[in-house]
């Protein structure tokens, strides 16, 4: 079985661009979660899709966003990026939601703000 | 609150000496625990997970972990760890419908 695959694998963008992040989850998996891995604040929740409908989301602008197609695939947007949104973005997905069960992590999406 | 902490931040020990790394969690329930393991810019990796049943979890790459209610701990050993047991460590919980991370504690092994 394939695991959670996130496209692209890094980016350079520069402030005020947006960004979309792409997640395709484990086959069967209908959960997929987004998070945001810095230095300084370590893995934060932002948001989590479960059969098409945002279950819960983390404190974050709303400039991020996110939608869940039905395949359980999951896209990220960020717009009018700024400095501190270069981070790593993680994807997971789990066949629950999350707090049922574990979560299989993609390798991310290294994104860098210029 | 849920919350989970993980009180070092960083742990340096010799290659084939024994490591512990500490978690508490914060959580009125019952609560679903792991351990998960980061390399370098890479995504995440479960190492062992707790649900219920024997307190003591059995993992990959020969760790363990045991779940001791009374102290809100979840503790991660491994009896002689290897070179390549260098990365970072997250204790993360499960609890209603999301996920709650530690900050991590960061291993260096020493030759």
């Known amino acids: 079985k394939a695991g959670v695959t996130q496209t692209p694998r890094y980016l350079i963008k520069t402030r005020g661009q947006q960004v979309t992040l792409s997640c395709s989850p484990i086959?069967?998996?209908?959960?997929v979660s987004w998070y945001q891995q810095t230095p300084g604040q370590g893995l934060q929740f932002l948001f989590e899709y479960f059969s098409e409908t945002q279950r819960n989301k983390g404190n974050f602008p709303g400039r991020f966003s996110g939608r869940q197609f039905s395949n359980s695939r999951s896209e990220m947007n960020v717009s009018t990026l700024e400095l501190g949104d270069s981070a790593l973005y993680l994807c997971?997905?789990?066949?629950?939601?999350?707090?049922?069960?574990?979560?299989?992590f993609g390798p991310g999406t290294r994104l860098t703000v210029l | 609150a849920q919350s989970v902490t993980q009180p070092d931040i960083h742990i340096t020990v010799s290659e084939g000496a024994s490591l512990e790394l500490r978690c508490n969690y914060s959580?009125?329930?019952?609560?679903?625990l792991f351990w998960y393991v980061q390399s370098p810019g890479q995504g995440l990796q479960l190492l062992l997970k707790y649900f219920s049943g024997d307190t003591l979890v059995q993992g990959i790459k020969g760790f363990e972990a045991e779940f001791k209610r009374s102290q809100s701990s979840f503790n991660l050993r491994k009896p002689s760890v290897h070179w390549s047991d260098a990365a970072e460590y997250f204790c993360?919980?499960?609890?209603?419908?999301?996920?709650?991370f530690g900050t991590g504690t960061s291993l260096t092994v020493i030759p």
């Open positions: 997971a997905s789990s066949f629950e939601l999350t707090g049922g069960g574990e979560q299989f």
């Open positions: 959580y009125g329930a019952t609560p679903y």
């Open positions: 993360a919980l499960g609890a209603g419908n999301q996920f709650y």
């Open positions: 086959s069967g998996h209908r959960s």
